[in-house]
Structure formats: structure tokens, C-alpha cells
């Protein structure tokens, strides 16, 4: 009797730590022989290692709700066939506004997301797309003189450099965040 209470427990906790590690991805969709992978909304892009030995590349992501909570994904190299094409930048636009609670100099405040920014990782195969609030500070000029902006922006440049390093493609500065935000900025 005791050895199916265990056996059962087991199978719950199999079944919850599953249910977990499956929801970092919002949506997973297949177009055109093309799988697309959508990740959560999250804050921003926390940190990132290229692993080339294992052939992964780290990101880590600070969560939207809880900034001292992080996720983690790898980017795998690729698999015969497919080839790395690019990063590219866009937006979506939200079915219902998204509500962001946050303290910002111990003052709370309340945020309404209706369009959402986003980086794809876009492969010949698919693409992953990465959800990140953040990036719309980059597109608002009046923010270009603050600490945040400059870091954001330069880490972005940072990553774009390792990812096209770690697939061996090359890599054009002016291609990538720069060029999106000198189309898009307001």
C-alpha cells in the first residue's frame, strides 16, 4: 500500500515539475514546415553565454512580475539543414491589455501594456521568439540620455555580436538594433 502512495506522489511530482518546464513557451506553432516558438513576456534579457564546447547559448531573462525571479533558455546550434539567418526586431500587438505592477524609487506604479516588443532568433527551419518589455525604451528618444537606455542598448549589441559569433555568421552592427531603432524611434 505504502509503495502506491509513493509510485503516486512520484507521478504528481513528475507531472507538476513538467507542467513547469513546459510553460516558458507562451505558444509553440507550426507554418510553412517552420517551427515558431513563442516565448512568456518577460522584462528583459538579464544575461547570456555562448557555450560553443556544449553548443548551446544561454539567455537568462528577468521576469516581468517579480524582478528577482529569472528563466533561462538555450539557443542549440543548428541541425543539418537549417542555418542561422539573422536577429530581427518587431512588435505584436495584445488580444487585452497586459497590467505590469512595479516600485520605481520606492513609489508603486502601475503599467498597461497593449503592444508588445520582441526579438526573433530566425532560422531557416524557425524562430524563436523572446517577449521583453524593456525593449521599448530603446524606440522612445526622450530616454536616450538615461543609464538604463545606454546599458539596454549596449548589451543588446553585446548579444547580437555573441550570437552571430556563436553560429559563425557575420556580423554588421548597423543591421541589427541600431537599424530598428533608427526606423522605429519616436
Not at 507521478?11 to 513547469?20: I, S, Y
Not at 513563442?38 to 547570456?48: E, L, R, Y
Not at 530581427?88 to 502601475?110: C, D, M, Q, S, W
Request: glycine residues 4%; hydrophobic residues 35%; contains cysteine.
Amino acid at each position: 500500500m505504502a509503495t502506491c502512495e509513493l509510485k503516486a506522489k512520484l507521478l504528481a511530482r513528475r507531472l507538476e515539475l513538467n507542467k513547469v518546464n513546459n510553460n516558458f513557451f507562451k505558444r509553440i506553432e507550426d507554418k510553412n514546415y517552420k517551427k515558431m516558438y513563442h516565448t512568456k513576456i518577460f522584462s528583459m534579457i538579464n544575461n547570456f553565454e555562448a557555450k560553443p564546447q556544449k553548443g548551446k547559448f544561454w539567455l537568462c531573462f528577468r521576469n516581468v512580475f517579480d524582478p528577482t525571479k529569472y528563466e533561462s533558455l538555450h539557443l542549440f546550434h543548428m541541425r543539418q539543414g537549417d542555418r542561422f539567418i539573422g536577429i530581427y526586431y518587431g512588435f505584436a500587438r495584445l488580444p487585452k491589455p497586459f497590467i505590469v505592477h512595479y516600485k520605481e524609487n520606492e513609489v508603486k506604479k502601475t503599467s498597461k501594456i497593449t503592444k508588445i516588443y520582441y526579438i526573433e532568433f530566425r532560422f531557416k527551419k524557425g524562430s524563436v521568439f523572446c517577449y521583453l518589455r524593456s525593449l521599448c525604451t530603446l524606440l522612445q528618444s526622450k530616454n536616450k540620455e538615461k543609464n538604463f537606455y545606454n546599458s539596454l542598448l549596449n548589451r543588446t549589441l553585446k548579444l547580437e555580436k555573441e550570437v552571430h559569433r556563436f553560429y559563425g555568421k557575420e556580423y554588421f552592427e548597423d543591421k541589427g538594433i541600431l537599424k530598428w531603432i533608427k526606423e522605429n524611434q519616436k
